[in-house]
Protein backbone atom coordinates (compact mmCIF):
# COMPACT_ATOMS: atom_id res chain seq x y z
CA UNK A 1 0.00 0.00 0.00
CA UNK A 2 2.76 2.27 0.91
CA UNK A 3 4.40 1.82 -2.83
CA UNK A 4 1.13 2.52 -4.48
CA UNK A 5 1.05 5.74 -2.44
CA UNK A 6 5.03 6.60 -3.37
CA UNK A 7 3.99 5.77 -6.95
CA UNK A 8 0.65 8.44 -7.54
CA UNK A 9 2.61 10.86 -5.75
CA UNK A 10 5.88 10.71 -8.08
CA UNK A 11 3.23 10.48 -11.06
CA UNK A 12 1.63 13.60 -9.44
CA UNK A 13 5.11 15.25 -9.43
CA UNK A 14 6.05 14.39 -12.99
CA UNK A 15 2.85 15.42 -14.09
CA UNK A 16 3.12 18.42 -12.84
CA UNK A 17 6.85 19.03 -13.87
CA UNK A 18 5.58 18.73 -17.33
CA UNK A 19 2.86 20.77 -18.19
CA UNK A 20 4.56 23.95 -18.48
CA UNK A 21 6.85 22.35 -20.91
CA UNK A 22 3.89 21.53 -23.05
CA UNK A 23 2.31 24.74 -22.39
CA UNK A 24 5.18 26.16 -24.19
CA UNK A 25 6.30 23.77 -26.75
CA UNK A 26 4.86 26.30 -29.44
CA UNK A 27 6.86 29.15 -28.15
CA UNK A 28 10.03 27.21 -29.05
CA UNK A 29 9.10 25.57 -32.25
CA UNK A 30 11.28 27.86 -34.80
CA UNK A 31 8.60 26.71 -37.58
CA UNK A 32 5.26 28.05 -35.25
CA UNK A 33 7.29 31.37 -34.91
CA UNK A 34 8.04 31.62 -38.18
CA UNK A 35 4.73 30.92 -39.46
CA UNK A 36 3.15 33.79 -37.28
CA UNK A 37 6.19 35.68 -38.32
CA UNK A 38 4.66 35.78 -41.43
CA UNK A 39 0.97 35.48 -41.24
CA UNK A 40 1.59 38.48 -39.19
CA UNK A 41 3.35 40.78 -41.45
CA UNK A 42 0.88 39.89 -44.08
CA UNK A 43 -2.72 40.19 -41.70
CA UNK A 44 -1.31 43.85 -39.80
CA UNK A 45 -0.09 41.73 -36.79
CA UNK A 46 0.56 45.05 -33.79
CA UNK A 47 4.31 45.22 -35.02
CA UNK A 48 4.99 44.79 -30.97
CA UNK A 49 4.09 41.37 -31.12
CA UNK A 50 6.46 40.42 -34.66
CA UNK A 51 9.15 41.99 -32.83
CA UNK A 52 8.85 39.57 -29.98
CA UNK A 53 8.44 36.76 -31.98
CA UNK A 54 11.65 38.60 -33.91
CA UNK A 55 13.52 38.04 -30.81
CA UNK A 56 12.36 34.58 -29.62
CA UNK A 57 13.62 33.04 -33.33
CA UNK A 58 16.82 34.52 -33.09
CA UNK A 59 17.24 33.19 -29.36
CA UNK A 60 16.52 29.85 -30.84
CA UNK A 61 19.26 30.13 -32.97
CA UNK A 62 21.40 30.54 -30.43
CA UNK A 63 21.72 34.53 -31.39
CA UNK A 64 22.05 37.03 -28.85
CA UNK A 65 18.97 39.34 -28.69
CA UNK A 66 18.09 40.91 -25.56
CA UNK A 67 15.77 43.20 -26.63
CA UNK A 68 14.42 44.09 -30.54
CA UNK A 69 15.01 47.90 -31.31
CA UNK A 70 14.02 48.15 -34.87
CA UNK A 71 13.02 46.05 -37.43
CA UNK A 72 12.77 46.78 -41.12
CA UNK A 73 10.75 44.41 -43.61
CA UNK A 74 13.35 44.55 -46.21
CA UNK A 75 11.84 42.22 -49.13
CA UNK A 76 8.62 41.18 -49.23
CA UNK A 77 8.44 38.37 -52.19
CA UNK A 78 5.21 35.70 -52.96
CA UNK A 79 5.94 33.09 -49.58
CA UNK A 80 8.65 34.22 -48.71
CA UNK A 81 9.69 37.53 -46.73
CA UNK A 82 13.54 39.39 -45.63
CA UNK A 83 13.65 41.37 -42.59
CA UNK A 84 16.62 43.09 -41.12
CA UNK A 85 16.80 43.16 -37.56
CA UNK A 86 18.19 45.41 -34.71
CA UNK A 87 18.68 44.02 -31.26
CA UNK A 88 20.14 46.42 -28.37
CA UNK A 89 23.92 45.75 -28.50
CA UNK A 90 24.31 43.84 -31.44
CA UNK A 91 25.07 44.36 -35.20
CA UNK A 92 22.09 43.87 -37.39
CA UNK A 93 20.06 40.07 -38.12
CA UNK A 94 18.91 39.35 -40.87
CA UNK A 95 15.68 36.76 -40.81
CA UNK A 96 14.05 35.22 -43.51
CA UNK A 97 10.66 33.64 -43.32
CA UNK A 98 8.28 31.62 -45.64
CA UNK A 99 4.62 30.92 -45.63
CA UNK A 100 5.94 26.55 -45.16
CA UNK A 101 6.92 27.47 -41.86
CA UNK A 102 10.95 27.65 -43.37
CA UNK A 103 13.18 30.01 -41.33
CA UNK A 104 16.88 30.77 -41.30
CA UNK A 105 18.69 33.75 -39.18
CA UNK A 106 21.87 35.07 -39.93
CA UNK A 107 24.43 38.42 -39.17
CA UNK A 108 25.19 39.77 -36.30
CA UNK A 109 28.51 40.35 -37.35
CA UNK A 110 28.03 43.51 -39.60
CA UNK A 111 27.76 41.82 -43.15
CA UNK A 112 24.55 43.44 -43.53
CA UNK A 113 24.48 46.80 -44.36
CA UNK A 114 22.28 49.26 -42.40
CA UNK A 115 19.04 50.23 -42.08
CA UNK A 116 17.73 52.70 -44.94
CA UNK A 117 14.64 54.17 -45.11
CA UNK A 118 14.40 54.23 -48.73
CA UNK A 119 14.55 50.56 -48.51
CA UNK A 120 11.24 49.95 -46.58
CA UNK A 121 10.33 51.52 -43.27
CA UNK A 122 11.49 51.18 -39.86
CA UNK A 123 9.83 50.18 -36.81
CA UNK A 124 11.89 51.20 -33.69
CA UNK A 125 10.74 50.29 -30.02
CA UNK A 126 11.14 51.49 -26.88
CA UNK A 127 12.66 50.17 -23.66
CA UNK A 128 9.11 48.75 -22.99
CA UNK A 129 8.82 47.08 -26.11
CA UNK A 130 6.20 49.64 -27.27
CA UNK A 131 6.51 51.12 -31.20
CA UNK A 132 8.15 54.17 -30.90
CA UNK A 133 8.20 55.66 -33.94
CA UNK A 134 8.14 54.51 -37.42
CA UNK A 135 10.37 55.95 -40.28
CA UNK A 136 6.94 57.28 -42.48
CA UNK A 137 7.31 60.68 -43.09
CA UNK A 138 4.97 63.35 -43.87
CA UNK A 139 4.71 65.78 -46.90
CA UNK A 140 5.59 68.62 -44.68
CA UNK A 141 8.78 66.15 -43.19
CA UNK A 142 9.78 65.58 -46.85
CA UNK A 143 9.45 69.14 -47.91
CA UNK A 144 11.44 70.26 -44.64
CA UNK A 145 14.28 67.36 -45.15
CA UNK A 146 14.97 68.80 -48.83
CA UNK A 147 15.03 72.26 -48.00
CA UNK A 148 17.69 71.59 -45.20
CA UNK A 149 19.87 69.56 -47.96
CA UNK A 150 20.09 72.91 -50.25
CA UNK A 151 20.67 74.83 -47.05
CA UNK A 152 23.84 72.70 -46.32
CA UNK A 153 24.81 73.06 -49.87
CA UNK A 154 24.99 68.64 -50.92
CA UNK A 155 26.94 68.27 -53.53
CA UNK A 156 25.28 65.55 -54.71
CA UNK A 157 21.56 67.63 -54.54
CA UNK A 158 23.54 69.90 -57.25
CA UNK A 159 24.48 67.18 -59.39
CA UNK A 160 21.22 65.80 -59.22
CA UNK A 161 19.48 68.76 -60.24
CA UNK A 162 21.96 69.44 -63.02
CA UNK A 163 20.88 65.76 -64.42
CA UNK A 164 17.62 66.53 -64.18
CA UNK A 165 17.84 70.40 -65.89
CA UNK A 166 19.78 68.21 -68.63
CA UNK A 167 17.17 65.83 -69.08
CA UNK A 168 14.20 68.08 -69.10
CA UNK A 169 16.48 70.55 -71.86
CA UNK A 170 16.76 67.44 -73.97
CA UNK A 171 13.03 66.46 -73.58
CA UNK A 172 12.46 70.17 -74.68
CA UNK A 173 14.48 69.87 -77.80
CA UNK A 174 13.43 66.83 -78.73
CA UNK A 175 9.97 67.32 -78.74
CA UNK A 176 10.65 70.56 -80.61
CA UNK A 177 12.37 68.68 -83.52
CA UNK A 178 9.72 66.43 -83.50
CA UNK A 179 7.09 68.96 -84.19
CA UNK A 180 8.98 70.91 -86.10
CA UNK A 181 9.43 68.00 -88.54
CA UNK A 182 5.88 67.48 -88.47
CA UNK A 183 5.15 71.44 -89.45
CA UNK A 184 7.26 71.07 -91.91
CA UNK A 185 5.74 68.14 -93.77
CA UNK A 186 2.30 69.51 -93.89
CA UNK A 187 3.01 72.97 -94.55
CA UNK A 188 5.28 71.37 -97.37
CA UNK A 189 2.10 68.92 -98.62
CA UNK A 190 0.67 70.76 -101.61
CA UNK A 191 -3.04 70.12 -102.30
CA UNK A 192 -3.81 68.23 -105.46
CA UNK A 193 -4.82 69.86 -108.20
CA UNK A 194 -6.46 69.14 -111.65
CA UNK A 195 -4.36 69.01 -114.61
CA UNK A 196 -5.05 72.40 -116.94
CA UNK A 197 -3.45 71.63 -120.08
CA UNK A 198 -3.10 74.90 -121.42
CA UNK A 199 -1.16 75.90 -118.46
CA UNK A 200 2.79 76.34 -118.46
CA UNK A 201 5.01 73.81 -116.65
CA UNK A 202 8.24 74.25 -116.52
CA UNK A 203 10.52 71.17 -116.88
CA UNK A 204 13.82 70.22 -115.24
CA UNK A 205 16.64 70.74 -118.26
CA UNK A 206 17.97 67.03 -119.31
CA UNK A 207 22.05 66.54 -119.08
CA UNK A 208 22.37 67.21 -122.32
CA UNK A 209 20.58 70.64 -121.82
CA UNK A 210 23.09 71.24 -118.64
CA UNK A 211 26.03 70.48 -121.39
CA UNK A 212 24.75 72.90 -123.38
CA UNK A 213 24.36 75.53 -120.80
CA UNK A 214 27.98 74.67 -119.22
CA UNK A 215 29.30 75.27 -122.64
CA UNK A 216 27.73 78.31 -123.09
CA UNK A 217 29.02 79.31 -119.55
CA UNK A 218 31.70 81.40 -118.44
CA UNK A 219 33.73 79.96 -115.47
CA UNK A 220 33.88 83.00 -112.77
CA UNK A 221 34.55 80.64 -109.53
CA UNK A 222 36.54 77.15 -109.36
CA UNK A 223 33.33 74.56 -109.82
CA UNK A 224 30.76 77.53 -110.93
CA UNK A 225 30.21 79.19 -114.30
CA UNK A 226 27.68 81.72 -115.33
CA UNK A 227 25.19 81.35 -118.34
CA UNK A 228 24.70 84.48 -120.44
CA UNK A 229 20.94 84.13 -118.88
CA UNK A 230 22.76 85.38 -115.39
CA UNK A 231 22.04 81.98 -113.75
CA UNK A 232 25.22 80.48 -111.87
CA UNK A 233 25.60 76.81 -112.56
CA UNK A 234 27.94 75.15 -109.74
CA UNK A 235 29.37 71.29 -109.87
CA UNK A 236 28.63 69.31 -106.51
CA UNK A 237 31.33 67.02 -105.49
CA UNK A 238 29.48 64.16 -107.08
CA UNK A 239 29.22 65.67 -110.41
CA UNK A 240 26.21 66.54 -110.28
CA UNK A 241 25.32 70.32 -111.81
CA UNK A 242 22.59 73.10 -110.12
CA UNK A 243 21.64 75.96 -110.74
CA UNK A 244 21.42 79.65 -108.06
CA UNK A 245 21.27 83.17 -108.61
CA UNK A 246 23.19 83.99 -105.90
CA UNK A 247 27.06 83.33 -106.04
CA UNK A 248 26.77 82.17 -102.27
CA UNK A 249 24.75 79.81 -102.09
CA UNK A 250 26.66 78.46 -105.44
CA UNK A 251 29.99 78.57 -103.31
CA UNK A 252 27.77 76.15 -100.35
CA UNK A 253 26.52 73.60 -103.01
CA UNK A 254 29.88 73.67 -104.62
CA UNK A 255 32.26 73.28 -101.33
CA UNK A 256 29.93 71.99 -98.97
CA UNK A 257 27.04 70.15 -101.34
CA UNK A 258 23.97 71.56 -99.59
CA UNK A 259 21.41 72.83 -101.63
CA UNK A 260 19.51 75.67 -101.05
CA UNK A 261 17.83 78.37 -102.95
CA UNK A 262 18.09 76.84 -106.21
CA UNK A 263 16.86 78.11 -109.37
CA UNK A 264 14.74 76.93 -112.22
CA UNK A 265 16.53 76.50 -116.08
CA UNK A 266 14.83 77.87 -118.72
CA UNK A 267 15.10 76.52 -122.10
CA UNK A 268 18.77 77.45 -123.18
CA UNK A 269 17.95 78.30 -126.95
CA UNK A 270 15.33 80.81 -125.81
CA UNK A 271 16.58 82.26 -122.62
CA UNK A 272 19.52 83.70 -124.30
CA UNK A 273 19.33 87.47 -124.72
CA UNK A 274 19.37 88.87 -128.44
CA UNK A 275 22.58 90.76 -128.92
CA UNK A 276 21.08 93.10 -130.98
Known amino acids: MRSWSLFFFVSFLMLIWAAPAVAQ ?13 YSGINRATPEATIAIKLRQVISIFRYR ?74 MEQALDDTATRFELGDQYNYLYLLGMFVM ?40 TQKDVMLAESQEVA ?33 RIGIRAFEAAAGNPASDVPDPK
Request: hydrophobic share 40%; proline share 4%.
Open 65 to 138: CTRVTDYQVFSLRPNLTDLKVKCSGDSLYGVTVASNGFVTVYGGNGMLSGLDRRDALIYSFSSEGDLAQDSRIT
Open 222 to 254: KYIHRHPTGLLIAIGKRGKRRFFKSMFWALVYA
Open 25 to 37: SGETDPRQIALDI
Open 168 to 207: IVAAAILGFLVWLRIWRSKAGRKPRARYKPMKKHRVAPST
